[in-house]
């Protein structure tokens, strides 16, 4: 009887055994295949939006400053393409551009503060923008562009003999600039500068679509994060953001659209663990009149780390002038300074 008990055990729990093992084959097979639909879903059609006021950010009519062109190595041995505006002063500000543009449209703001002695300023194309896109149109994986401003900091440190580094982005380079100094592996930079900085899709300060600079595949995404969420990396070069800008303003050196590494490593990791881990001393500034963000609630997304933040709010001030707005200038200038 004892033997014929654990016949029926076993055969039982081989039955178990083999229902769980259905269940979970079924369910992988569902979560793959649903992952693989909506990787494959169509993407939007592009949206034309006259939200912005581009004329801003014109790069044609940009004064021109005294500059240097320069390439500068990276650790993988690709090299980034830079602009760096000479100064007397040992501070070296990095000011990073915004999303599916490059540096050409900071010069007003990089060439002012170098003028000013101020900062020496480099302002980079990053990897897979402006001059980089021929030969890098993209990130390798995601948490490059952090390496490649460790390499910057590096090249300041060493090649401009800079005695103080202050990490600056409008944007999107905003968001980056949050991601980056959240990350305490990461070298660390005496102060930084956040100029209507993009903290994230699900952020509270971000407009649905950002205002209309983007059209996103949200299904696409949505399919690549379930592959992520697992460690399959193998589609993450599938584009899942575009850019809405308008043809007059489109030439070789704008990107069209973000693959998925690119739209996940430019922008903060989490932005609310990112302010909470923030210990930089920083300047967030932003314009009333932000076509993608809601101004007033970035005092209430930055209160965790109201220590180290300075918030101020530009009246009359939009999300592409205010790199242009003197107010602008003279608040960045005095923080510097300090």
């Given at each position: 009887?004892?033997?014929?008990?654990?016949?029926?055990?076993?055969?039982?729990?081989?039955?178990i055994l083999k229902r769980v093992i259905l269940f979970l084959v079924v369910n992988i097979c569902l979560f793959f295949l649903t992952a693989f639909v909506l990787i494959n879903w169509p993407i939007p059609k592009k949206e034309?939006?006259?939200?912005?006021?581009?004329?801003?950010?014109?790069?044609?009519?940009?004064?021109?400053?005294?500059?240097?062109?320069?390439?500068?190595?990276?650790?993988?041995?690709?090299?980034?393409?830079?602009?760096?505006?000479?100064?007397?002063?040992?501070?070296?500000?990095?000011?990073?551009?915004?999303?599916?543009?490059?540096?050409?449209?900071?010069?007003?703001?990089?060439?002012?503060?170098?003028?000013?002695?101020?900062?020496?300023?480099?302002?980079?194309?990053?990897?897979?923008?402006?001059?980089?896109?021929?030969?890098?149109?993209?990130?390798?994986?995601?948490?490059?562009?952090?390496?490649?401003?460790?390499?910057?900091?590096?090249?300041?440190?060493?090649s401009l003999k800079a005695k103080k580094i202050v990490l600056a982005g409008h944007s999107s380079g905003g968001g980056l600039v949050l991601r980056y100094i959240a990350n305490a592996n990461l070298t660390r930079v005496d102060?930084?500068?956040?100029?209507?900085?993009?903290?994230?899709?699900?952020?509270?300060?971000?407009?649905?679509?950002?205002?209309?600079?983007?059209?996103?595949?949200?299904?696409?995404?949505?399919?690549?994060?379930?592959?992520?969420?697992?460690?399959?990396?193998?589609?993450?070069?599938?584009?899942?953001?575009?850019?809405?800008?308008?043809?007059?303003?489109?030439?070789?050196?704008?990107?069209?659209?973000?693959?998925?590494?690119?739209?996940?490593?430019?922008?903060?990791?989490?932005?609310?663990?990112?302010?909470?881990?923030?210990?930089?001393?920083?300047?967030?500034?932003?314009?009333?009149?932000?076509?993608?963000?809601?101004?007033?609630?970035?005092?209430?997304?930055?209160?965790?780390?109201?220590?180290?933040?300075?918030?101020?709010?530009?009246?009359?001030?939009?999300?592409?002038?205010?790199?242009?707005?003197?107010?602008?200038?003279?608040?960045?200038?005095?923080?510097?300074?300090?």
């Amino acid at each position: 009887s004892r033997i014929l008990l654990a016949i029926n055990k076993y055969q039982t729990m081989n039955k178990i055994l083999k229902r769980v093992i259905l269940f979970l084959v079924v369910n992988i097979c569902l979560f793959f295949l649903t992952a693989f639909v909506l990787i494959n879903w169509p993407i939007p059609k592009k949206e034309s939006t006259k939200n912005y006021d581009y004329s801003s950010i014109d790069t044609l009519s940009v004064k021109s400053f005294k500059k240097q062109e320069h390439w500068i190595s990276m650790r993988d041995g690709n090299e980034l393409y830079s602009q760096i505006y000479p100064s007397e002063s040992k501070t070296v500000l990095i000011l990073i551009h915004g999303s599916g543009s490059e540096s050409r449209y900071l010069e007003p703001l990089a060439g002012t503060i170098s003028n000013d002695n101020f900062a020496t300023v480099i302002t980079p194309d990053l990897r897979g923008h402006g001059r980089n896109l021929k030969d890098q149109p993209d990130i390798n994986y995601i948490g490059q562009l952090e390496e490649d401003i460790e390499d910057i900091i590096n090249y300041a440190k060493e090649s401009l003999k800079a005695k103080k580094i202050v990490l600056a982005g409008h944007s999107s380079g905003g968001g980056l600039v949050l991601r980056y100094i959240a990350n305490a592996n990461l070298t660390r930079v005496d102060k930084a500068i956040m100029i209507a900085p993009y903290l994230g899709h699900d952020a509270p300060t971000v407009k649905p679509k950002s205002g209309g600079w983007v059209t996103v595949g949200i299904k696409r995404w949505v399919g690549l994060s379930m592959l992520n969420t697992i460690g399959v990396e193998n589609y993450n070069k599938k584009p899942v953001l575009f850019f809405n800008r308008p043809k007059a303003y489109e030439d070789s050196l704008q990107n069209k659209s973000y693959s998925y590494r690119m739209a996940i490593n430019f922008a903060p990791k989490n932005y609310k663990e990112d302010i909470d881990h923030l210990q930089t001393n920083s300047l967030v500034l932003v314009g009333s009149e932000d076509e993608s963000f809601y101004p007033n609630k970035f005092k209430e997304v930055f209160s965790p780390a109201s220590k180290f933040i300075d918030i101020q709010i530009l009246q009359g001030v939009n999300h592409l002038n205010i790199v242009k707005d003197n107010e602008v200038l003279e608040k960045i200038e005095k923080y510097l300074s300090n």
